[in-house]
């Protein structure tokens, strides 16, 4: 970095200014560089300076706009651009780090170690081109560099050039052989040899691909990962009999991976998978088998789980739960065990309690638990499998008893713990879960540094229960603030990684934070932001409404009521804040415990709805396995979208909604879709051509569903669907909840359908399907046993 | 039922979850990230494929100098742990097995090392009985609750003479 326009003296000052960034002596640097101001004030590489030493030194503004001022002055200067451009990174702005550093290293910068930076935040960004240009730009001045070349491969992959990728590799390996004074190291060459084999597999060079994996086959140590990209070629060209000898080698390493089962299936089909005798194949054949040979099966199986670990049982049998027919014969294994030895029968008491519960049938669960709990006093598990079925019947303190009791039996265990302030908040207990969860924490240290995202969703979760929002949204953004974290956290390793030549590791880390969202507590945690945040949003519309008019005798009461909520929100707050309390008054300031700071830039209603829309552009983004979940965060976005006018969100929304249907969630998923197709049906026939343009997701989007019959009777379908549910749950009219009702009554074509579904022959709401189909089983499993012969 | 895998980095978030439910040592994403970066091929995790849980782990690495300074390959094991719902089913046997072979094949190790709390039966009980480690030396306060660790030490090729 250098500065013209100064005398050799002043030269010299700078250059120490320069000593003093590096040494991150902010304080003097900002009084020396004033003092050089005096002499040049319109030399804007010093403005710069002083700019940056402003930023650091708590002027954090003032120093970000002076930066930019210097920037606009001299847009010529690469080192006015370098520092805006340091300054930008400092605030995490990255995108627009880029930006200055490029305009810098245009300008003439040839500071490797920026170019080297920029490419790396390049990456970060996932600006591909921009870290090719610059990686080449890299290797141009330092070819010499074997990290240089690397770091250009993987730039070439990035953008989808892999015939330059697979010349750059045969460069590369000339400069590795001359490079002496560093001989790569044997497990660089495995690293390396890998990943070019998985790079001519990505590019479909299977030319390529299939010599690779006979020329390094030497070279490579790493056999699971040789054999798992040996059987992804062999897939790739449709060579199934070698692709099985691939999968048969990955067994004898890893005879206990799941994964290599399914690939040997998917390789052939007709495989017989029960030759294989590990308790994972056993235990996953066992669904495949029916009657008595389930039965020897499933005793043989659970057999010797008595002798040993017991307590994890229930768990690997828990799938076979989905299939009617197997769970009454697992009942009677169960009860076999109970007139044999004690400790026989302690087990199968616990059993047959998971297996009430499994079925829903609390009460019993409960009774036979505690059945078990007096025959043996002193097993954790019992208890925690007695505040499972409490919590279900909504008991919340008892079973946070429940929990105590075993967390007790067990100090030491972090498990247990864990779920005894899982129950205490339950149960709203704060204070409590907060005291349990620092008997494990260090002095000084806290679950936010420790990103304990389980923690704080369950306390976000109680505080949003007794409406305290300040201190319930702060936990759900200090959750978004380490997923955030995580991304940042990627920064560091990316040139870690190419220096290592661990490139298949970089690639998929890559991928997984890209998909960072998709994890069921970022859904959780942004589906509970929103719906905390369209509380605090109605209560400031409705403050609004009082200080706009005169108050009614009723309303008056009603604010009165709203002050003293308030008021304990505040207690709260200082609950949060006691002296001696577990979290210190830094910790509490620091990560803003009260939420003060948040709340502050949630003031109006605009300044809310700009927060939920930033949480649900992620949110609609994300795609993950499990359906309730999915559906308990989208159903949030519902009203805000609607409220906001969004049509295509709406529809994107829709179909969210109907891909996340389940059994437990159908009747209040159906009330959210009907919301969305009322208000989409304003929007017929303008809506089509923009679709088109839309996302991908969305052309694949049910384009009947646009004409106006279909809307119709899409309509109707969820209306028959929704009163079917109604009824099914409900059995008699007056049993409805008043929603129920109201639905009734605003949709009268619903009425019609409910009369009609309670006309029917179909008496489909009289019984309890439950109990229908395990009574049947249970005669059928009686018949076939009568005609067995003995 | 529990498959047996080496981690993705996807996996890292959830193992750090369940390193969060078993031990008191606890670290941030970045330590798993920089395992997972290096080392990817020494990290196992134990997966309930019904569930798609992550419930048992372990988090190793390699250094090429040993505690006296000389130059010696050698495997380390980070962290190891099995959620209390999974144990006694052999999974930390498992995970631990899988990341040996690897320091062993891939990293030419001489040796793994790991701390362990002296009063911690059951991953006592895994290491010197079921997996052949010995004692190497007990380090005096280790842990932040003050408790004695016991460094030990598996070999996996010849011990040098003077050990
Ligand atoms: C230690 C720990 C990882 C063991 O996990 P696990 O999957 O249950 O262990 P395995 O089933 O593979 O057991 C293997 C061997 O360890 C020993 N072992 C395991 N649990 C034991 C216990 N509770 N008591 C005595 N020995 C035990 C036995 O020798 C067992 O062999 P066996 O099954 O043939 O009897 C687990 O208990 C745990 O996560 N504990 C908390 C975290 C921790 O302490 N980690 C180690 C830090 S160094």
């Known amino acids: 970095m250098k500065s013209t326009e100064l005398n050799a003296k002043q030269n010299n000052e700078f250059k120490s200014l320069m000593r003093l960034l590096e040494a991150k002596d902010y304080k003097k640097g900002l009084k020396n560089s004033e003092k050089l101001l005096e002499q040049v004030p319109d030399n804007q590489e010093v403005v710069s300076l002083k700019a940056i030493f402003m930023y650091y030194t708590e002027e954090r503004e003032a120093g970000l706009a002076l930066a930019y001022q210097a920037v606009l002055k001299n847009l010529a200067s690469d080192f006015c651009w370098h520092i805006y451009g340091l300054i930008q990174k400092a605030e995490k702005n990255y995108i627009q780090a880029v930006k200055c550093f490029i305009q810098a290293i245009n300008k003439g910068e040839e500071n490797l170690q920026l170019i080297r930076d920029t490419a790396n935040l390049s ?381 298949r590791s970089l690639l998929q880390m890559i991928d997984a934070i890209d998909k960072r969202h998709d994890a069921k507590y970022f859904i959780q945690s942004a589906g509970l932001m929103i719906e905390g945040l369209e509380r605090l949003r109605v209560r400031i519309q409705e403050q609004r409404k009082i200080e706009q008019k005169k108050l009614t005798p009723k309303e008056k009461k009603l604010l009165a009521k709203q002050q003293q909520k308030e008021q304990e929100e505040k207690l709260l707050k200082e609950q949060f804040s006691i002296e001696g309390h577990i979290f210190s008054r830094d910790i509490q300031k620091r990560f803003d415990l009260s939420g003060e700071q948040l709340l502050d830039q949630l003031k109006t209603q605009e300044d809310i709805i700009k927060m939920q829309n ?41 179909t969210k909604l109907r891909n996340n249907e389940t059994e437990q969630n159908r009747i209040v998923n159906h009330k959210y879709q009907l919301m969305l197709i009322q208000f989409l049906n304003k929007y017929q026939g303008t809506l089509l051509p923009y679709i088109k343009e839309y996302q991908q997701d969305l052309i694949q989007f049910d384009q009947q569903f646009w004409n106006d019959v279909q809307i119709k009777t899409q309509l109707d379908q969820i209306i028959k669907r929704h009163c079917e549910a109604i009824i099914k749950e409900k059995p008699f009219e007056e049993n409805l909840e008043s929603e129920d009702l109201q639905f009734l009554q605003e949709y009268p074509q619903a009425k019609v359908e409910y009369m009609n579904l309670k006309q029917t022959t179909h008496p489909f709401y009289k019984y309890d399907p439950n109990i229908e189909w395990q009574n049947h089983q249970i005669k059928e499993y009686q018949e076939k046993q009568q005609t067995q012969p003995l | 039922m529990v498959s047996i895998r080496r981690a993705e980095m996807q996996d890292l978030q959830h193992m750090q979850h369940c390193n969060l439910w078993c031990l008191p040592e606890n670290y941030t994403y970045k330590y798993y990230l920089y395992h997972g970066m290096v080392w990817q091929s020494l990290l196992y995790v134990a997966e309930d494929i019904n569930s798609g849980r992550i419930v048992g782990y372990v988090l190793a690495k390699q250094d090429e100098e040993d505690e006296e300074g000389t130059k010696l390959e050698h495997g380390h094991i980070t962290s190891l742990s099995v959620l209390r719902t999974h144990r006694k089913l052999g999974l930390a046997n498992k995970v631990m097995q899988s990341t040996h072979r690897d320091m062993d094949k891939i990293f030419e190790s001489h040796y793994v090392s790991l701390h362990v709390r002296v009063s911690n039966r059951a991953a006592l009980g895994l290491y010197r009985d079921k997996l052949g480690y ?29 050990q």
């Open chain 1, 123 to 503: 990456i970060h960004i996932r600006d591909f081109e921009g870290n090719n240009w610059l990686r080449q730009k890299l290797l141009n001045s330092k070819p010499g560099m074997v990290v240089n070349w690397v770091g250009f491969i993987l730039s070439q992959h990035l953008i989808g050039n892999y015939a330059g990728a697979f010349n750059t590799i045969k460069l590369t390996e000339d400069v590795i052989k001359k490079d002496i004074q560093n001989p790569i190291k044997k497990v660089e060459i495995n690293e390396f040899k890998l990943y070019q084999i998985q790079l001519a597999i990505d590019a479909k060079d299977f030319q390529r691909a299939k010599q690779n994996l006979l020329d390094f086959k030497n070279d490579i140590t790493d056999l699971v990962s040789f054999y798992e990209l040996e059987y992804e070629y062999f897939i790739k060209i449709g060579d199934n009999t070698s692709a099985i000898q691939s999968v048969k080698h990955l067994l004898d390493l890893q005879p206990q991976n799941w994964k290599y089962y399914q690939m040997l299936q998917k390789a052939d089909p007709q495989v017989d998978l029960s030759i294989y005798n590990n308790t994972l194949v056993q235990g996953r054949l066992l669904a495949q088998k029916e009657g008595d040979s389930f039965l020897n099966s499933f005793l043989q199986f659970i057999d010797p789980f008595f002798q040993k670990s017991l307590p994890s049982l229930f768990r690997e049998i828990k799938h076979l739960y989905t299939d009617p027919n197997k769970i009454e014969i697992m009942k009677k294994a169960f009860e076999t065990y109970l007139d044999k030895s004690q400790i026989e029968k302690l087990w199968a008491l616990m059993l047959l309690s998971q297996h009430s519960y499994q079925i829903k049938d609390y009460n019993q669960s409960l009774e036979l638990i505690n059945e078990a709990i007096e025959h043996t006093a002193t097993l954790p598990e019992l208890y925690l499998i007695k505040a499972k079925t409490l919590k279900k019947l909504q008991k919340f303190k008892e079973a946070y008893e429940s929990a105590d009791r075993a967390r007790q039996l067990d100090l030491a265990d972090r498990y247990l713990n864990n779920q005894t302030i899982k129950y205490a908040s339950l149960a709203n207990m704060i204070v409590v879960s907060q005291d349990l969860l620092s008997l494990f924490l260090k002095d000084g240290s806290d679950p936010y540094e420790l990103q304990m995202i389980w923690f704080e969703l369950n306390i976000g979760r109680t505080l949003l229960r007794l409406n305290y929002l300040g201190p319930a949204l702060q936990q759900f953004n200090l959750i978004f603030k380490h997923f955030q974290e995580m991304c940042d956290d990627q920064l560091e390793f990316y040139q870690y990684s190419i220096r290592r030549y661990t490139l």
């Open chain 1, 614 to 654: 930033r949480f649900a552009q992620v949110l609609i983004h994300t795609n993950f396995n499990n359906k309730e979940v999915n559906f308990q965060a989208f159903k949030q976005m519902v009203g805000l979208y609607i409220n906001q006018q969004k049509p295509l969100l709406c529809a994107k929304l829709l």
């Open chain 2, 134 to 162: 010995e004692t190497f030396d007990t380090e005096e306060k280790y842990y932040a609750d003050d408790e004695n660790a016991y460094n030990m030490r598996k070999w996996f090729r010849k011990k040098p003479e003077k």
